[in-house]
């Protein structure tokens, strides 16, 4: 399912603005492609940090308030810090896109080649995603609304999408699909029949509070919790696989059927990884502004206007526009920060795990409870108690991750890269 390769580390390449690439020529690797791609793991692995936990400790402390929301998604409407993780490390894998395929090309792999590996790697991404999320379950667990799952079954598509564009030089028919993509997506929910006024919503695992302060009114009641396109489709597709229990509804309202937008926000990736590529030596700041600041304009004016709200749980058309805004600003400022103005070195940590990002992904999986256990055994269950109680999660959580990053700086020293 994966490999373990050995690169050469990214900061070893010279930064991105004084090169230059033809057309068919491999490339070189980008340094704040890579450091933004760690800054998305890193807000990943930093769940450890269980600053809610610390927030309830603090009730009246505005901080750990602040801290603590950024670290939790939005229930429904909004957006938090927590929330710029999927859409950034999708929208990331749009990006890489263009150098990979050139970087193919260049070797003379053929497309048929290049399509085989794409699918393997689609079919390894979704079942990885499975794997991990069966993970203390007595069967295996086939939901697909995972980060890897949703973008293994859009994959391929993204890759005859970047591929078609890199052959005749033009992002025309990459623009006119995003809009086929989040347009037909859209009005498949829109004729799906919003829920009655009588329906029973506790029979779906919404509470008549929660549908009292969250849930639409109107014309957005189609992208109500739990009675909308995607989780009837879901209640279909996820019982033709063998379950612990039939299935009905997911808690926090994700479906299988958001890796159609959350492809959408790969294209997006895919139009900023062209720019990227295409300008070399110059990095195209007016349009990845541009771009990120239309995209947060544009998905909030759907939202307000009651035409799409803007709802990460269920990856809306508006919160692809709206998400995808935000990437572009992130990736803008990775950008000016890194090839711009070339101060690269402060982001070395960032590139050891963005370089790394399946090993990050597994590792936050996987270690967690081993590290937390082995602190507890050897250094004594009060340990890091010692600024109080309240901070205990916190200091526990801290060392965890830095646990996490001294394994992927190991591997990183080694040239060792997972990779599917």
Known sequence: ??????????????????????????????????????????????????????????PNSLFWKVLAFNQTHTEWFGCSLHDTIQPGFSFLVGVALPYSIASRMAKGTSFAELFRHTLWRSFALAALGVFLRSMNHSITYFT?????????????????????????????????????????????????????????????????????????????????????????????????????????????????????????????????GSWLRGSRPNIPMEKLLIAGLAGIVLGLALHYSGICPVVKRIWTPSWTIFSGGVCFLFLAAFSWVIDVKGYKEWAFPLVVIGMNSIAAYCIAHFFEEFF???????????????????????????????CYWLMLLWMYRRKLFLKI
């Not at 450091?35 to 692995?45: C, D, N, S, T, W």
């Open 1 to 58: 399912m994966a490999t373990v390769t050995q690169t050469t580390p990214v900061t070893e390449t010279p930064p991105i603005a004084r090169q230059t690439t033809p057309p068919g020529v491999a490339s070189a690797r980008n340094v704040s492609v890579d450091a933004y791609r760690g800054l998305v793991m890193l807000l990943m692995m930093a769940e450890v940090l269980q600053l809610s936990r610390v927030s309830a400790a603090y």
């Open 144 to 272: 697909f609304e995972d980060t890897l799952s949703q973008i293994g079954f859009g994959y391929p598509f993204l890759f005859l999408l970047g591929y078609f564009s890199f052959k005749v030089q033009s992002l025309k028919w990459v623009w006119v699909t995003l809009a086929i993509i989040l347009v037909g997506y859209w009005l498949l929910w829109a004729v799906y029949p919003a829920a009655p006024g009588n329906f029973d919503w506790p029979s779906v695992g919404v509470s008549a509070e929660w549908n009292a302060q969250h849930n639409y009114a109107g014309f957005a009641a189609h992208w109500n919790k739990n009675y909308n396109f995607g989780n009837r489709f879901d209640q279909w597709f996820l019982n033709l696989f063998p379950r612990e229990h039939p299935f009905v509804y997911n808690e926090g309202g994700y479906l299988t059927l958001s890796f159609i937008p959350t492809l959408g926000t790969m294209i997006l990736g895919l139009i900023a």
């Open 372 to 402: 937390v256990s082995s602190f507890r055994i050897h250094l004594g269950p009060n340990f890091f108690r010692f600024a109080g109680a309240g901070l205990q999660p916190f200091f526990t959580g801290a060392a965890v991750l830095l």
